[in-house]
């Protein structure tokens, strides 16, 4: 199965290594976990946002395609976008992760808030694979984090002793990971702040471990998805369902 992903950056989907190549990020680690062994024929093709720039200037502004995204908004333009590459790809599958994080104010951690910006983001995706007018045989995955890929990694405090052992004050380091993660936020430009970023970042350092792509990817391979449903039952819980439809509507060799 050729899955065509797209996301915010390294530490989320991955990267291209120039010398071995596509560098699967924590997204792409879950999502092999939560297809257990329907993953061993996963082939990922990536793209970035960058390259739908240098996609235009090569093929020129096509009439059909700024009539199609004339209407949408957000990431409905990047939808749109992948969806067209995964079909020139032969692609099965695009999935497209994104955060819903947005700076200020106290309804950043309310539940309600959060739920409502969630749908709004991820029916922006939804919406720009929609709009595609071409051939219609990719299946397509808005995959959407409430804040970002850091809630969801902080919900399982056991993968973080499974990937890097207990560290020494192991009762002050239960106390540092949020209850409710997908609801955590705080000042950026503060290090004691519940800002996802801020808040992993001092749960690493009792691990002696800093916050990058590579820590973020062990502690996928860690994770429990059971509790990350659990603890993040907007935004993960909605990425497992999608998962389970995939399964269900049958895997593609």
């Not at 200020?104 to 922006?124: A, L, Q």
Request: net charge positive; glycine share 8%.
């Amino acid at each position: 199965m050729k899955i065509l992903i797209m996301g915010e950056g390294p530490t989320d989907v991955g990267y291209i290594d120039n010398q071995t190549g596509f560098v699967e990020g924590p997204v792409c680690v879950l999502l092999r976990h939560m297809l257990g062994k329907n993953s061993d024929h996963i082939e990922f093709v990536f793209t970035e946002k960058a390259d739908r720039k240098r996609d235009d200037k090569i093929r020129g502004k096509i009439r059909h395609r700024q009539r199609s995204l004339r209407t949408l908004h957000g990431q409905g333009k990047y939808a749109w976008w992948e969806k067209e590459k995964a079909i020139e790809e032969g692609a099965d599958v695009a999935l497209f992760y994104c955060d819903a994080d947005r700076e200020g104010g106290e309804d950043s951690r309310d539940r309600k808030n959060c739920k409502k910006r969630f749908d709004e983001v991820k029916k922006g995706i939804e919406d720009g694979f929609a709009a595609y007018e071409g051939e219609n045989q990719v299946r397509t995955m808005a995959v959407v984090a409430v804040k970002m890929i850091e809630s969801w990694l902080m919900a399982d405090p056991e993968s973080f002793n499974k990937a890097f052992g207990k560290p020494k004050n192991s009762k002050s380091n239960r106390n540092m990971f949020p209850k409710n993660p997908e609801l955590e936020w705080g000042a950026k430009n503060q290090p004691q702040s519940n800002y996802p970023k801020n808040q992993i970042k001092r749960i690493l350092d009792q691990y002696q471990q800093e916050p990058n792509r590579d820590t973020f990817r062990k502690l996928a391979e860690e994770a429990n998805i059971d509790v990350l449903k659990e603890k993040c039952p907007i935004s993960f819980s909605d990425f497992y369902n999608q998962v389970q439809k995939l399964k269900e509507e049958g895997m593609p060799n």
